[in-house]
């Protein structure tokens, strides 16, 4: 078991996450929001899984960027993520991209951030062949 210990501190006016290049502000209109930041999480950790499968898949690819779109569940009080959309945009040769497409089936499973989600929030990847 590998234990991993953050400290938030209270800033001037909102939480952040100290950091040696700038602390980060938890607070959307100062930065970005802790939910926002998980979806970002889910994205980040998502496309480093895929870049990995299509690597160990010897897929020659050139990663240019992750879109995330979110929907939260409006029906409960505290309006928890009900799901996560990522449009991985990645250049790949024709020959390869059917094999690149299926690689996506893999991310999930492999992506710890995405494992530690509550299973009611869906995530669905998608790529974009540019």
Known sequence: MTIETFTLIQGKEKIELPHETGNWVLAREQGYSPVQMLVCAVAACGGYVYQSVLENSHIPYQFEKIEA?????????????????????VKVEAEFQEKAHRCLKLVSPNCPV???LDPAIEVEETVEFI
């Open 114 to 116: 995405i494992q530690s």
């Open 69 to 89: 779109d979110y929907t939260r569940d409006t029906t409960r009080r505290a309006e928890p993520i009900q799901s996560i959309q990522l449009r991985f945009y």
